[in-house]
């Protein structure tokens, strides 16, 4: 078996290896929590293994153009004894003596059998496997003397070693301090030959900072670099890269390397020229094409199909074309009264059929896309482009531009001198000697694109499409002046910070510094297009700075630099743009960074997993696709990875085919989306609607499970944000499996008490995860079954009233039980396991006590369990002694209370009491009421009895009705 298929087999199997009832890969091998002084960050047992298993296939590519004389058998043994390195911290495994490292060989040899059953290869001598998992600081190595000399066991052990070394590197921050570098150096002298590493090398770059696309962007360029220069991007980290090389070129410097990167950046985005949507280059309401239309165009036939594309649907608009563009306000400035003087002045034949308003309506548009197109081509204003225009087409315009109004002219929303130019072209033109309203308006559209085609003809090239990007946004500099600020190369460490004006900082708060970014505070260069676009701030302008904002609570009223502007628009290129309408729509932001380390070949495992990737967090069972909860609450032995990986997929072909149908996704509905692969990846989760509102708690609740979700997946530490942008200074602020920044209360809440997780930050630490996992499963459950989906109305907003419940009601999953019960007389095994799980959540004590009460009252009454009056049976007795409480009786009237009521209740059909009735029981009744619910839980207040009362009461109800089922259950096993 090729080694390549052997390590994938090998973690297979790994991940399948279950011992005492464990699976050894859902272990933790690193904790943030364990111990904040060490270099330690969260990082679960299978990526841990995973990624020293891919480091090593990665250098394993790299040495094989090198034909070095490895023994494979070796190298499979290692790749046994890495996997099984971690065992001694699985908690399965019982250890003799007072060492870490003192498993039993007996119990080693058995999981080494498992492990390698179905492979080609010997499970290795337990000896090994358990000198495997020592450090090499260590003095217990001494199992290698009970090794055969059948192989280099030594060399086997640096195998090892190097693979645990590569997969705890946490970043390349480490590496800034050489003694990672040196450790790794170390380990291949003693792996290689030394002909092979006399002149070996190892670099790096870092980039400290997360921004999302950008950064991704400039990770990958730098590989492709490097890579060109024969240092071959060995590891990536999210901050930065690890080169290795044997024979390399020349270093490069940093200016040469930023003019390749920018290149490579600009290549990037034409590349994706096609995939962009029309809608997101042009501003319909000017008519002018966006900045980065010039980035993806540079040929006329490029623009003339964007206008094509754009102007190809019909409107409703243009039936009533152009009368509804001159409404009786306008009509003043060109001194007539109405509509038949103005088509008279213009020489318009009036009354114009609908075909003709449909032909005019496209043409007028594309003549005024063209018009603003030559304006920015040639610098020049809109009469000398609309006359240009017009001597193309072999007409005049002169009478045109001395009617429409210089105030018209110089409006840029108006295009009245396209409108009446487009006419004049219509009566004049001929499609096969045919006049207009013999030609169709496919006809049409064919002749204005040729025309359009030609005229920009020697206008538009690459280089002028270069200088508007410059001239409009100055990328080119504001890219270098980034790139000098962020990127630091192992060869050339300096860094040219951005200093900020004195004068901008100093300035009076009643000022507003127009000169400094509000996203990320860089100097903004002087001739930046400083707009923001408000489909990336999403919000409000004071949520997304600390320093003095203006008073307009829009997005206008902010300016941005150039390197925010770039990311918005590699967004927008990639397919990150927003869904459905802004005020109504939600959208959660989630940076990931590998955990720790990502080689070529996983990336492009992720390439082919994540491109065209839809998913969404499917909660409710629909035909052909499961739930994404449905193993954890059914408690199915599936691997959770797989199940997750389906889920994903089936979406993703459903999403992709409703687009392929219907070209737009469903009006209402959730998407998680994924940028580019890389060593960072930003993620969106889009709860969005054009018609319905959707919730904070809705949103984060999917974002979160979700986040959960790819970290099981492709071990991403994860930020969870409403923030289009990352206020992080690296990313070694991502310590835990998944941290949230400022999520809604009652999401906070399912987090748990502070001291319970170790931190007071809003993160799941990786010891946390797989119970919170668990939790929002049951969760989902709940919600599913108590709120069935509206497909009028297919949103998940009452989820919001779970997370109330859960934070008001300790027993929360006896209330959602006991209310599901009252309209539905059918629940299933799940519900009924979710409400037991999310009653322990908080219910503690509570629900012991319920269950006690509710046992005690069954001793004296068996009511019957028909849904009509069940809640007054099963909470009867409970119900008498918390009444009897309040009236001020003592324990003795209590039990004459509950006495009198059992017998009242004998022969009614509600239920059976057994007789004589026991009166031990009903002491134990009261006892239990009045000491432990009364004196312990409610201190003896009745305020706080009034108040818990029905908690309590909901509890004893889930308890009864169970027990009642278990009654009848046994009864028919008897009677079978």
């Known amino acids: 078996m090729e080694i390549r298929e052997f390590a994938d087999q090998l973690l297979l199997r790994f991940a399948q290896l279950q011992f005492q009832g464990v699976r050894v890969a859902d272990g933790i091998a690193k904790s943030f929590n364990y111990n904040p002084e060490r270099n330690l960050l969260d990082q679960s047992m299978w990526d841990h293994i995973r990624s020293g298993v891919e480091a090593f296939l990665s250098l394993y590519e790299l040495l094989e153009k090198y034909r070095l004389p490895l023994v494979e058998e070796e190298l499979k043994i290692g790749l046994v004894g890495f996997v099984l390195h971690d065992l001694h911290k699985a908690a399965s495994m019982e250890k003799k003596g007072s060492s870490e490292y003192g498993l039993s060989l007996q119990d080693l040899e058995q999981i080494g059998k498992m492990l390698c059953e179905d492979l080609d290869i010997s499970p290795p001598p337990a000896e090994f496997l358990r000198v495997a998992e020592v450090s090499s600081f260590s003095n217990k190595l001494g199992d290698f003397s009970s090794l055969s000399d059948e192989y280099r066991w030594t060399h086997i052990y ?77 590891l990536r980290f999210g901050d930065g890269t690890l080169y290795l090389a044997f024979e390399a070129d020349q270093l490069p410097d940093k200016a040469g390397l930023m003019d390749e990167l920018i290149e490579l950046f600009f290549q990037s985005i034409n590349s994706k020229a096609n995939e962009v949507d029309s809608e997101t280059l042009f501003d319909r309401s000017t008519f002018k094409c966006q900045t980065l239309a010039f980035m993806l165009y540079s040929k006329p036939e490029d623009f003339a199909r964007l206008f094509h594309r754009l102007f190809l649907k019909a409107s409703s608009s243009g039936k009533t074309f152009p009368d509804d563009k001159f409404d009786q306000g306008k009509l003043p400035a060109y001194g007539v009264n109405d509509l038949e003087s103005l088509y008279r002045k213009m020489r318009v034949q009036n009354p114009l059929d609908e075909d003709l308003r449909e032909k005019w309506f496209y043409t007028a548009r594309y003549f005024a896309a063209l018009q603003r197109l030559i304006q920015r081509l040639e610098n020049v204003n809109g009469a000398e482009a609309i006359t240009a225009l017009a001597e193309h087409l072999g007409l005049s315009v002169t009478d045109i531009l001395e009617a429409v109004p210089q105030s018209i002219q110089s409006n840029n929303r108006r295009f009245d001198e396209a409108i009446w130019l487009a006419y004049r072209y219509l009566d004049s033109v001929t499609i096969d000697d045919k006049p207009v309203a013999h030609f169709s308006i496919e006809d049409l559209r064919i002749a204005v694109k040729k025309i359009a085609v030609a005229f920009l003809n020697k206008k538009v090239s690459l280089e002028r499409s270069i200088e508007i990007v410059d001239k409009e946004m100055k990328f080119r500099q504001e890219l270098v002046n980034y790139f000098n600020e962020q990127l630091v190369l192992s060869w050339e460490k300096n860094r040219h910070l951005n200093w900020i004006n004195d004068k901008e900082l100093l300035k009076k708060k009643s000022r507003s510094q127009k000169n400094i970014c509000n996203l990320c505070n860089r100097q903004i260069e002087s001739g930046t297009d400083q707009k923001v676009r408000a489909p990336v701030i999403q919000d409000d302008v004071q949520v997304f700075s600390n320093r003095l904002l203006p008073k307009e609570k829009n997005v206008s009223a902010l300016h941005w630099c150039g390197i925010c502007a770039f990311e918005y628009i590699l967004r927008q290129v990639f397919g990150m743009s927003s869904l459905g309408e802004k005020n109504l729509s939600r959208r ?163 987090l748990g008490k502070a001291e319970e997780r170790g931190t007071v930050d809003f993160s799941i630490p990786i010891e946390q995860a797989d119970d919170m996992l668990f939790r929002l499963a049951y969760l989902w459950e709940i919600h599913r079954t108590v709120h069935p989906i509206d497909y009028n109305k297919p949103t998940d907003k009452s989820i919001s009233e779970i997370l109330h419940q859960l934070e008001v009601h300790p027993l929360a999953g006896a209330h959602f039980f006991k209310r599901h019960l009252t309209e539905d007389a059918y629940v299933t095994e799940s519900f009924v396991h979710c409400c037991r799980q999310i009653n322990g959540f908080k219910g503690g004590c509570m629900m012991g006590l319920a269950r006690e009460i509710a046992l005690a009252s069954l001793t004296l009454y068996k009511p019957n369990t028909s849904r009509e009056g069940r809640a007054f049976r099963y909470e009867n007795l409970f119900r008498i002694v918390v009444k009897g409480i309040k009236e001020g009786r003592d324990k003795s009237e209590l039990q004459g209370l509950v006495m009198k009521r059992l017998e009242r ?68 096993k008897v009677t079978v």
């Open 588 to 750: 959660i932001y989630l940076f990931a960074v590998p955990s720790f380390q990502l080689t070529d070949e996983s990336l492009v495992y992720l390439h082919e997993e994540l491109s065209h990737f839809y998913a969404t967090i499917q909660v409710h069972f629909r035909k052909g696709r499961t739930t994404w909860q449905a193993p954890f609450v059914e408690k199915r032995d599936v691997l959770i990875r797989e199940h997750i990986r389906e889920h994903f997929r089936v979406y993703s072909e459903y999403f992709q085919l409703e687009m392929a149908e219907r070209g737009r996704p469903p009006s209402t509905g959730d998407l998680l989306k994924t940028g580019m692969p890389g060593n960072v990846m930003l993620f969106t989760y889009d709860c969005y609607s054009s018609s319905l509102e959707r919730t904070r708690e809705e949103a984060w609740m999917k974002a979160i499970t979700a986040a959960l979700s790819l970290n099981k997946l492709y071990g991403f530490r994860i930020m969870v944000t409403e923030k289009p942008f990352l206020s992080l200074s690296g990313v070694r602020d991502l310590r835990y499996v998944i941290q949230l920044d400022a999520p809604p209360y009652k999401v906070a809440q399912l």
């Open 158 to 234: 640096h195998w090892v070693k190097l693979m645990d070394r590569t997969a705890s590197i946490t970043s390349i921050a480490e590496c800034l301090e050489g003694r990672t570098v040196h450790n790794l150096h170390h380990l291949l002298q003693q792996l290689l030959p030394p002909k092979l590493t006399g002149e070996m090398r190892l670099e790096f770059h870092q980039l400290q900072e997360i921004r999302g696309m950008l950064t991704t962007q400039l990770h990958n360029g730098m590989a492709i670099i490097m890579k060109k220069k024969s240092f071959y991007p060995w």
């Open 905 to 972: 209740l004998i022969g009614q059909g509600g239920g059976y009491v057994p007789t004589p009735i026991d009166s031990t029981a009903i002491v134990q009744l009261v006892d239990l009421v009045y000491d432990g619910f009364f004196q312990r839980v409610c201190k003896g207040s009745l305020a706080k009895l009034n108040q818990k009362e029905n908690q309590l009461a909901d509890g004893i109800y889930f308890e009864t009705h169970l027990e009642r089922q278990k009654e009848f259950q046994e009864k028919e």
